[in-house]
């Protein structure tokens, strides 16, 4: 099942963690250095609802912050 958003079709976005060792400048070290880069992915917050769609009642994945916006009809 894909992690995308049937409301607003928010998905996953690529990103880095980067890993820092050393202390700060402003905290009177000689400041951080880049030790690795690792690349990871930032994923929506899906929720898996019931919903009316098109007035039949569907199992859909739907991001939170579309659910708070009132996009979405619950189907009960």
Do not use: E, Y
């Amino acid at each position: 099942m894909s992690k995308i958003c049937a409301i607003c079709g928010k998905k996953p976005v690529a990103g880095r963690t980067i890993v820092r060792r050393g202390m700060a400048k402003k905290k009177g070290g000689v400041g951080q250095k880049i030790t690795g880069i690792t690349p990871r992915r930032f994923l929506p917050n899906l929720k898996t609802i019931h919903a009316l769609i098109n007035g039949v009642p569907k199992k859909v994945r739907v991001c939170v912050k579309c659910l708070k916006a009132g996009k979405v009809v619950k189907a009960v």
